[in-house]
């Protein structure tokens, strides 16, 4: 079965800052990649997703962006945080099992201050 | 577009009582649906899927339904125990994506 490892756990960032969020996977090849964004009692918002190096697609406009340059790394990136991009930012990818499910990462606590 | 309706007030009930979570959906019905179990500063994970040809599936204490007239879902925890308490998200495939709803927080009290 597929791992995802996202880092960091935790991050505390000043408006106007720059942001680079990692997501790397495990256990699959070519994977679909995703970016969702969970705000505070909130639902899962899907934010990018790719399906394969170098295919972004973009799913809400706002002041983030992703890439994938890598077969199983996609990143996500700002290059000025706003208030508003306070969240927790979660990376998945399909089950290898064939069941359609979601695989998750831990995710990222982002604060914007 | 689709859109997915939980129930956002927490649900508290009773060790050893069975929890009932809703998931209503307002468009067409999707070919299956998905139920995961998210814990606190957690990524949420995958439980069941439910075809629309299904009426029932069940896993161990876990029992899904899925009524396509109703353009509904119902997830039932069986013999609930406060190992439980988390919150459930049900999901649904929408334009190739997977879209979630907001979650119901179940809480178990001992």
């Known amino acids: 079965s597929q791992t995802i490892h996202q880092w960091p756990a935790t991050l505390v960032q000043p408006v106007g800052s720059p942001l680079s969020l990692e997501c790397t996977v495990e256990?699959?090849?070519?994977?679909?990649l995703y970016w969702y964004r969970q705000a505070a009692g909130r639902g899962l918002q899907l934010l990018f997703y790719?399906?394969?190096?170098?295919?972004i697609s973009s799913e809400v406009p706002q002041n983030l962006s992703a890439s994938r340059p890598q077969d199983r790394q996609f990143i996500l990136s700002s290059k000025k945080l706003l208030l508003s991009d306070s969240g927790f930012y979660l990376c998945?990818?399909?089950?290898?099992?064939?069941?359609?499910?979601?695989?998750f990462g831990s995710g990222t606590r982002l604060t914007v201050v | 577009s689709q859109k997915i309706e939980q129930n956002s007030e927490a649900l508290n009930i009773q060790e050893g009582k069975t929890a009932t979570l809703t998931c209503n959906y307002t468009?067409?019905?999707?070919?299956?649906l998905q139920w995961y179990r998210q814990d606190p500063g957690r990524g949420p994970v995958f439980l069941l899927l439910?075809?629309?040809?299904?009426k029932e599936k069940r896993k161990e204490r876990l029992k899904v339904t899925f009524d396509t007239t109703l353009k509904q879902s119902l997830f039932h925890i069986t013999a609930s125990q406060p190992a439980d308490s988390a919150t459930y998200l049900c999901?649904?495939?929408?334009?190739?994506?997977?879209?979630f709803g907001q979650g119901t927080e179940l809480s178990v009290k001992p």
């Open positions: 998945a990818c399909i089950r290898s099992q064939g069941d359609y499910g979601y695989t």
């Open positions: 256990g699959t090849s070519n994977p679909n």
């Open positions: 790719s399906v394969g190096i170098g295919q």
């Open positions: 468009n067409y019905s999707p070919a299956y």
């Open positions: 439910i075809r629309e040809n299904e």
């Open positions: 999901a649904l495939y929408q334009g190739g994506k997977l879209i």
